[in-house]
């Protein structure tokens, strides 16, 4: 293996600090390292798995050829580290795919904004670029925002909270105008994962509806990995809200919280965010989620023929099928491989710079960068479509110009 990067820890200090870095031109006999921490075990492990696939298939597809920026890319290696949903397993991960791995670029977390929040201080401490996956919250934007120079190196491969906040006001303001459901008297409530991007979630879509004369009713926030949500759909039933907002990143919860609003039976208008995008949601989503409004599916193989030719690949290599979480850790991949690729070796600044440039259109939609270091959302970028679950089938049914179906 031939890396451009030669790492050395400054002796007799308690911290690891200021790696050493000699960038020369890459070239397509080079070989090039990517570092990913990702939840491999648990409450997440099913999403960290589907991570690591995703990736792994990226950098097969890249060492046969595909996607190149160049025509002089280099080839790829990956390592892979474990964060356990935890931020101080995630710094120790971080610390040995820097110090000991000598990784080029790291991706994480792949999956929680909590972590990466504390991820992202290794960029300037290492001197060594990072992109995470899929965390949204926009605290980890604002944080770029409050000190550029110090986040130079950290960008953040998913849309911010006020994607799906600009997403869910939408649906909801074109589905009041149509009489798709009652305004009712302008009540919304929510119950959210206590994590930064349920909360994030949460304060972000309160605030537009709050715009429009809504009032916010309730924020219940519960532990991840709840399953017993009574306490909280009995507060709610008192408050009577029209619109009631649900945020979880594991779907065990997801299913526990439909299954018991369903038999406290209110009224109010539900919309999910994220684990009806978990496949262990959709094999229960039939019997117990007809009718549900939630965002985003943005992976779609029974009415999208890429997704569907992704998902059967990586059913060929893995023997299951793909989902939004093989798809979107793919493409965060890609946007790596090609930062360095452009950058024509793994100077940090250069790769980082490389990385804020990106226009890449991939299987999620295309991928560019805001001066927030964050990928953008919207129907040029990355698209928020919101979805109802019909049957057996998941229809987009906002915005029109993409719905493949109207809300029942």
């Known amino acids: ?43 997440a492990a099913n999403t960290g798995a589907a991570h690591r696939e995703g990736i792994e298939l990226a950098v097969k597809d890249w060492n046969d050829g595909k996607e190149h920026a160049t025509d002089d890319a280099p080839t790829a290696t990956v390592v892979f580290e474990d964060s356990n949903s935890k931020p101080e397993v995630a710094i120790s991960a971080a610390q040995r795919l820097m110090t000991r791995e000598s990784v080029d670029l790291i991706i994480g977390d792949t999956l929680h904004s909590h ?56 649906f909801y303001r074109w589905a009041f105008e149509n009489d798709v459901v009652p305004e009712g008297d302008k009540k919304i409530a929510f119950v959210v994962e206590d994590t930064d991007y349920g909360i994030a979630n949460a304060e972000k879509i309160g605030a537009l509806f709050e715009a429009d004369g809504w009032e916010v009713v309730a924020t219940e926030t519960t ?10 759909l009995s507060k709610l039933r008192g408050l009577d809200p029209d619109v009631l907002v649900s945020v979880f990143t594991l779907a065990n919860s997801g299913t526990s919280f439909v299954r018991q609003l369903d038999e406290q039976a209110l009224e109010a208008s539900h919309l999910a965010i994220f684990y009806p995008t978990r496949p262990e949601f959709q ?31 990586i059913e060929a290599e893995y023997g299951h099928p793909g989902n939004y979480s093989h798809a979107h ?64 089938m998941n229809q987009i049914v906002w915005p029109e110009n993409v719905a493949t179906a109207e809300p029942k």
């Open 1 to 43: 293996m031939t890396t451009r990067k030669t790492h050395g820890l400054l002796a007799g200090g308690l911290m690891m600090a200021g790696l050493m870095v000699s960038a020369s031109p890459l070239h397509a006999q080079d070989t090039v390292k990517l570092g990913v921490i990702a939840p491999l075990t648990g409450p």
């Open 115 to 170: 972590v990466t929040l504390a991820l992202m201080e290794m960029a300037p401490q290492y001197g060594v670029p990072i992109l995470s996956a899929e965390p949204v919250s926009s605290a980890i934007a604002d944080k770029v925002l409050s000190d550029p120079e110090r986040y130079k190196l950290y960008y953040k491969g998913n849309y911010n909270s006020d994607g799906y906040g600009q997403a869910v006001h939408g």
């Open 223 to 232: 532990p991840t990995g709840t399953t017993d949500f009574y306490p909280q």
């Open 283 to 313: 094999a229960e989503a039939p019997e117990i989620a007809d009718g549900l409004f939630w965002a985003a599916l943005q992976f779609s193989p029974e009415i999208t023929p890429a997704h569907k030719a992704f998902a059967d690949r």
């Open 329 to 392: 850790a793919y493409c965060t991949a890609m946007v790596a491989l090609r930062a360095i690729d452009e950058a024509g070796g793994t100077d940090a600044d250069a790769v980082a710079e490389k990385i804020g440039a990106t226009s890449y259109d991939c299987l999620v939609g295309t991928m560019e960068f805001g001066d927030d270091h964050t990928v953008k959302s919207g129907a040029e970028f990355i698209p928020i479509p919101v979805a109802q679950q019909q049957g057996d």
